[in-house]
């Protein structure tokens, strides 16, 4: 039922209940309709060469998020050029302090100039980047005011913002709802532990998720364990059609 009812828009009529449905379908809407759920994947964290080579021999569509450059990591925008998908990941503050901060991570209270400033720097080392979330920022993301003069940068900058949603207090839902804007949002993310068989577990988890919801966005880091549990569950994805993210913001918004 869930399934059916992602595609309510092709019906005619439909209703039922978890255990079964019925509906209505006109002729010419089947084929769309019999098309695999939809399963995103990003890859957080993008840094070094080595992962670049890791994801490319994976050979699966999978979605990197490169850091800004930095003393670090300088080369992130060279290696965003292997790759006609990818994004940005968007340094921001944390509630916590257990790990060091990126370079020029945005805090609560910067003003608009300076939040614009880094989205400048961004779309300069990144030129053909549609697409940021947010790197950590369960401080920033969670403050008001601080998302509110985000929302406007990134729409100004024509950037769309995907929420990693590290807070379950994050503002982006309501901001985005506010001035009628679409707004993706991670579903799971895959790799809190490190672990292949846990990660493997979150890669079915994903699976269901997307089965039930029509599509699903999963979010996962370049390490060791991962890329294994990616290279040994890819009979798993023959259950959905894996997208970059580009590819299902146009199918769900145009």
């Not at 890791?54 to 850091?67: A, D, G, H």
């Not at 901060?101 to 609560?108: F, G, M, Q």
């Not at 807070?167 to 993310?189: D, G, M, V």
Request: charged letters at 25%; glycine letters at 4%; proline letters at 5%.
């Amino acid at each position: 039922y869930e399934l059916i009812k992602t595609h309510e828009h092709l019906l005619t009529k439909f209703g039922g209940h978890k255990m079964a449905a019925g509906l209505g379908l006109e002729e010419q809407n089947i084929a769309e309709f019999k098309k695999k759920p939809k399963l995103v994947i990003i890859m957080d964290d993008m840094s070094f060469y080595w992962q670049v080579k890791e994801l490319i021999n994976l050979k699966l569509p999978i979605t990197p998020s490169f850091f800004p450059p930095t003393k670090r990591h300088p080369k992130t925008p060279i290696y965003a050029k292997k790759f006609s998908h990818f994004m940005v990941h968007f340094p921001m503050q944390a509630m916590s302090k257990s790990f060091p901060e990126e370079e020029n991570t945005l805090h609560v209270g910067d003003n608009y100039k300076t939040i614009l400033d880094r989205v400048k720097a961004i779309k300069k080392n990144f030129p053909k980047v549609k697409f940021v979330n947010n790197h950590t920022g369960s401080k920033f993301t969670s403050d008001l005011r601080s998302m509110r003069i985000l929302f406007s940068v990134l729409n100004n900058e024509d950037l769309l913002f995907l929420d990693s949603k590290t807070t379950s207090k994050t503002k982006a839902p309501q901001i985005w709802k506010e001035h009628n804007y679409p707004l993706l949002s991670r579903n799971i993310f895959l790799d809190n532990e490190e672990n292949v068989t846990y990660i493997k577990n979150q890669i079915k988890r994903a699976v269901r998720i997307a089965v039930k919801r029509g599509y699903a966005i999963a979010i996962c880091h370049p390490h060791f364990k991962t890329f294994q549990a990616l290279r040994e569950s890819k009979d798993m994805f023959k259950k959905v059609e894996l997208l970059y993210i580009d590819q299902l913001y146009k199918l769900l918004y145009g």
